[in-house]
């Protein structure tokens, strides 16, 4: 009897237990619902700042191709960007200006959403297609590799072809293998020739996406048919068909510069295999690095085992058209350069994603096929844990760690912020890392402040004063490691620093995306001073717009201030005139020390010079003769308690500095 009700505890354990045929769908089902959560929480990075400018591009595109008025940035020839991107923005930019939403930022925002949705649906079709190359298990690897890769979730968050055409070519795959199974689903090669169309409207490059179709009929009709010269001839129509027809998409479809870009490639560019095996390299880097080794462990593992099981089904087939797909899609993405051969530089793994992932097919496979052949022993064990550990350990911290520093406003961000909230319009100049921070096609939205940018090399190659007088400029943002590496480094470029006036150093801590950079006025203030209000806050200058005001005058300063730390109360100043025998004051003027929206307990950066706007008073026009003083104070609003004031000549504190000393002579 125990003997019988242990066989049936574990008949029923074996029954309960995960199985990847059995539970296929629910495991992949949970995979996806991981993956989407990632993305849901980084679906709407950065905006309204563009940090993929081809979003803000093909808003612009799509604006034009619907005869709206664009008011801003160049005039974007229709044809720059595939069709299928263009009409995608005409229906998405209706949609939110019917709401209400009319920005840039509100189209790409919903089309993010669209591309969330679309590239859940490609999870499904690709753990769909690694199930039909090697069984369940490898569909729900390739599931867990869609869902769980930074790469992968990197690329696919953003409103751009790739973010479409890469669930459209796992789409193309998956009906072209399984039109594999029988002669009467030739209909699914030919959706899958359509989808490859569809691919190629989204997305130039892909345009051999239309192969996988195309080889399923020719296995079908070689396999199906009786082999003959009518069969040949069939074949060879078909090809002639499938030849005519990408030609006809290359010089109707495609734009002037993009046919030349065609031609370059089938004259050129399409036969340099170091550049083919250059992207080849760089596509299989994508993967993780510790993804080879494992596999490679499972190989021992299963040389270990001796006593083999029945093997995972495999469909050779479907493993010969991912492989070809693999190679073809990184022949194509090294063949065309629409930046000449300079693009060799510029490979983005938005543009071997398509080659990785069908690596990942083959290794999802082969770790399946690997596993099937193991016993259900400690082997098999140890070899079963290695997945969730391979998933957990390895996949998801990259993912997670992308997700975390996506949920941080990146530089670009962070300037315009704090440059709109600080600083008057002006004219400032720029280098190339950061002119994209001013550049207006990126940063002229609602609500921006207006910069007039200059964009140079090196800010040495004109005098800093021809900077201020010849080209009217007032800033400087400087990429930080050329502050840091030449101008901090060299005796000319410390020289010039010393000159201007530093305002902000936007660099780490925290640690955030895009460039670091450094702020200044290219002129510093009139009057430095050295003196301190508390603990934390010093007032290290002023300028006097009326140095030697009259009865009936306008008195103007403007102060700047430093924190060495941030305040635990936000303070007012007060500036006073007064009799130097008597306190109460004849005019003054309070307020914030600095601009509206920066109160003292926002002053946290030791090294951020913070500029006020110009206060004002006017002197009262009986006033008598005689000395009188302008002081300044710093108090808590609240409670009308004065911070104490300490000088550079180290005197005793007071509560309010003597700025400023007049004389009014008698008439």
């Known amino acids: 009897m125990r003997v019988e009700a242990m066989r049936r505890a574990a008949s029923n354990a074996r029954a309960l237990s995960l199985q990847p045929e059995r539970h296929f769908w629910l495991i992949v089902g949970l995979i996806i619902f991981g993956g989407l959560v990632l993305r849901?929480?980084?679906?709407?990075?950065?905006?309204?700042?563009?940090?993929?400018?081809d979003e803000l591009r093909i808003?612009?595109?799509?604006?034009?191709?619907?005869?709206?008025?664009?008011?801003?940035?160049?005039?974007?020839?229709?044809?720059s960007y595939p069709p299928l991107n263009i009409w995608l923005h005409r229906l998405a930019q209706p949609f939110a200006e019917a709401q209400g939403r009319p920005l840039a930022v509100d189209a790409v925002l919903d089309l993010r959403r669209f591309m969330l949705l679309f590239n859940t649906l490609g999870a499904i079709w690709f753990a769909m297609l690694g199930r039909r190359c090697g069984g369940a298990l490898a569909g729900i690897i390739a599931a867990a590799l869609w869902a769980f890769d930074a790469d992968v979730l990197e690329v696919m968050i953003y409103a751009i072809g790739e973010s479409l055409v890469i669930p459209l070519l796992m789409l193309s795959v998956l009906l072209a293998a399984k039109s594999l199974d029988s002669p009467r689903r030739w209909w699914l090669a030919l959706a899958s020739m359509a989808l490859g169309l569809l691919c190629f409207l989204a997305e130039y490059r892909l345009l051999v996406a239309i192969v996988p179709g195309f080889a399923a009929l020719v296995w079908q009709a070689w396999r199906h048919y009786r082999p003959g010269w009518r069969l040949v001839l069939l074949l060879s129509g078909a090809s002639l068909v499938l030849g005519i027809t990408a030609g006809i998409l290359i010089l109707e479809r495609l734009p002037a510069r993009f046919q030349t870009h065609a031609q370059e490639a089938l004259s050129t560019y399409l036969w340099d295999m170091d550049a083919f095996f250059l992207f080849l390299e760089r596509s299989l880097q994508l993967a993780h690095p510790l993804t080879l080794p494992l596999v490679l462990l499972l190989v021992?593992?299963?040389?270990?085992?001796?006593?083999?099981?029945?093997?995972?089904?495999?469909?050779?087939?479907?493993?010969?058209?991912?492989t070809v797909i693999m190679f073809l899609t990184t022949w194509a993405t090294s063949s065309i350069r629409p930046y000449g051969p300079d693009s060799l530089?510029?490979?983005?793994?938005?543009?071997?994603?398509?080659?990785?992932?069908?690596l990942y097919l083959l290794l999802a496979t082969t770790v399946a096929q690997l596993l099937s052949n193991l016993r259900q022993t400690r082997i098999r064990r140890i070899a079963q844990a290695l997945l969730p550990a391979y998933a957990l350990l390895l996949l998801l911290p990259p993912a997670l760690r992308l997700v975390q520093d996506y949920r941080v406003l990146p530089w670009p961000v962070i300037v315009r912020n704090w440059v709109d909230d600080n600083l008057e319009s002006s004219n400032i100049l720029v280098y190339q890392p950061t002119e994209r921070f001013f550049n207006p096609v990126r940063s002229r939205m609602p609500h921006r402040v207006w910069f007039n940018w200059w964009k140079v090399d090196d800010i040495r190659e004109k005098p800093l004063q021809a900077w201020i007088d010849d080209y009217h400029l007032t800033w400087a943002l400087i990429p930080a490691t050329i502050h840091d590496n030449q101008l901090s480094n060299d005796a000319e470029g410390q020289a010039l620093l010393a000159q201007m006036l530093l305002i902000r150093e936007f660099t780490a801590p925290p640690q955030r995306r895009d460039n670091e950079s450094v702020l200044y006025r290219l002129w510093r203030m009139q009057h430095e001073t050295d003196v301190r209000f508390g603990e934390h806050i010093r007032l290290s200058g002023y300028d006097l717009h009326t140095p030697d005001p009259r009865p009936g005058d306008e008195f103007s300063v403007t102060l700047y201030w430093n924190a060495s730390s941030a305040p635990a109360e936000n303070y007012s100043f007060f500036l006073h005139l007064g009799a130097l025998d008597d306190p109460r004051p004849l005019a003054q003027v309070d307020g914030n020390p600095a601009v509206p929206a920066r109160l003292t307990r926002t002053w946290e950066r030791p090294e951020?010079?913070?500029?006020?706007?110009?206060?004002?008073?006017?002197?009262?026009?009986?006033?008598?003769?005689?000395d009188y003083r302008v002081t300044l104070g710093l108090y808590n609003f609240r409670t009308g308690e004065r911070l104490p004031v300490r000088d550079e000549t180290d005197a005793p504190p007071g509560d309010a500095w003597e700025l400023l000393r007049l004389s009014i002579p008698g008439s």
């Open 40 to 53: 849901v929480l980084v679906h709407d990075f950065g905006l309204p700042w563009f940090e993929e400018v």
């Open 59 to 79: 808003w612009f595109t799509g604006r034009i191709a619907r005869d709206m008025p664009v008011v801003m940035g160049p005039k974007y020839d229709p044809g």
């Open 300 to 322: 021992l593992l299963a040389l270990r085992d001796r006593a083999a099981r029945a093997a995972a089904p495999l469909s050779i087939p479907a493993l010969l058209m991912v």
């Open 345 to 358: 530089e510029r490979i983005w793994p938005r543009h071997l994603l398509p080659a990785t992932l069908m």
């Open 608 to 626: 951020e010079t913070l500029i006020s706007p110009r206060f004002f008073f006017t002197l009262p026009e009986d006033l008598p003769p005689g």
